[in-house]
């Protein structure tokens, strides 16, 4: 059992930047890859990024490469998504996900079905 809570959401320009972290607990952080998903209103849930076990492979939807990053520091069981140059396209909720490395089905990263932990979700509002 793996619990996920996510910190750092905002308002913020367009143009601008944040910061997400997400925090894990119950589990070895290390053997799990952490996603980022994202749901708009009226949207359905779409993946964002994605970063493996020991942080050396990550993906990213095209339309957020070049300005998102995710990364994750194991020692302190956290993942980190910064987000620069904002649109207001970006605005939704932001989710951060756990799979187990373990993992026996078809493996893609970007599959919400992938993942087997969310957290609660964190409102990015981006203006215009």
């Known amino acids: 059992q793996v619990q996920l809570v996510e910190s750092g959401g905002g308002l913020v320009q367009a143009g601008g930047s944040l910061r997400f972290s997400c925090a894990a607990s119950g589990g070895t952080f290390g053997n799990y890859v952490m996603g980022w998903f994202r749901q708009a209103p009226g949207k359905e849930r779409e993946f964002v990024a994605a970063?493996?076990?020991?942080?050396?492979?990550?993906v990213y939807t095209d339309s957020v490469k070049g300005r998102f990053t995710i990364s994750r520091d194991n020692a302190k069981n956290t993942v980190s998504l910064q987000m620069n140059s904002l649109k207001p396209e970006d605005t939704a909720v932001y989710y951060c996900?756990?799979?187990?490395?373990?993992?026996?089905?078809?493996?893609?990263?970007?599959?919400?079905?992938?993942?087997?932990?969310w957290g609660q979700g964190t409102q990015v509002t981006v203006s215009s």
């Open positions: 970063i493996t076990g020991s942080g050396g492979f990550t």
């Open positions: 996900a756990a799979r187990p490395l373990w993992y026996s089905g078809r493996v893609t990263y970007t599959r919400g079905e992938e993942y087997h932990y």
